[in-house]
């Protein structure tokens, strides 16, 4: 086993890098919708797709986001938000959100959307603040409804103890405070996911935690052969640097 530790914010890159080579990424790239809710994660799968497509020109990560979670005392920078990044037959439709396109939605087409908590069973749960329920609400009108796929990008940092049902049905309570919990149908693609995808190599997190920028950091362990060993620890030497994210 070979052991790496990497930081959210590289493990946003990571997954970012990951999902340029999901398969149902690939799938609608030239055919077909692909809708990327705004968040921070979402911020660098965007990036890395737009990048693919040769469309990145003008895509920033700052302020592609809705809701965030900062320190307390923190303050976050003021920008315009940019809609979500929707792509259509291979095309990003600059301005659009989930909103103006969910209606067209079809089976086949794909929604990728963040998550807030993610439980040891893969299962995802997403904090809604919104009186309506958000972009989360909106989405799943076209993936329960339509069969369009949820994929869930989610960093590991973001794991609970606990099911996110049994979670949810606390923070939901008529009597709590706080945002409420929404757990979601998608598939759940983590940092481990996308070592598998772009290696072949089986990652696990091993121990986490830190100082210095390591806060919230997890310590891969990676097994395979040696081929897809070395590929592991290649690739994630390439995101290790990674900029804290500026949100």
């Not at 921070?40 to 990036?47: D, I, K, L, P, R």
């Not at 993610?118 to 989405?139: C, M, N, Y």
Request: aromatic share 4%; net charge negative; charged share 25%.
């Amino acid at each position: 086993m070979k052991q790496f530790v990497i930081t959210p914010a590289a493990g946003k890159r990571l997954i970012g890098r990951g999902m340029v080579a999901h398969p149902s990424i690939d799938r609608v790239r030239e055919k077909g919708t692909l809708v990327i809710i705004a968040g921070t994660t979402n911020g660098y799968v965007a990036e890395e797709i737009l990048r693919f497509l040769g469309q990145a020109e003008g895509f920033a990560r700052e302020g592609f986001r809705r809701g965030v979670s900062i320190a307390p005392g923190a303050a976050t920078p003021s920008y315009e938000f940019p809609g979500d990044v929707v792509i259509k037959d291979g095309q990003w439709q600059k301005g659009q959100t989930i909103l103006d396109v969910v209606d067209d939605l079809r089976q086949g087409d794909v929604v990728l959307k963040g998550a807030n908590a993610v439980d040891p069973w893969g299962r995802a749960a997403v904090q809604v603040g919104h009186p309506k329920g958000g972009t989360i609400v909106a989405a799943l009108a076209a993936v329960v409804g339509r069969r369009v796929e949820l994929i869930v990008p989610v960093g590991l940092e973001k794991r609970v103890l606990e099911d996110v049902h049994e979670l949810a049905a606390r923070t939901n309570a008529p009597d709590a405070e706080g945002p409420r919990l929404l757990p979601v149908p998608g598939s759940v693609f983590t940092e481990i996911d996308a070592i598998g995808l772009l290696t072949g190599a089986e990652a696990c997190v091993v121990a986490g935690g830190g100082v210095c920028g390591a806060e919230g950091a997890v310590w891969l362990g990676m097994s395979g052969t040696s081929e897809q060993e070395r590929l592991a620890i290649d690739l994630l030497e390439s995101i290790a640097r990674e900029p804290l994210c500026r949100p």
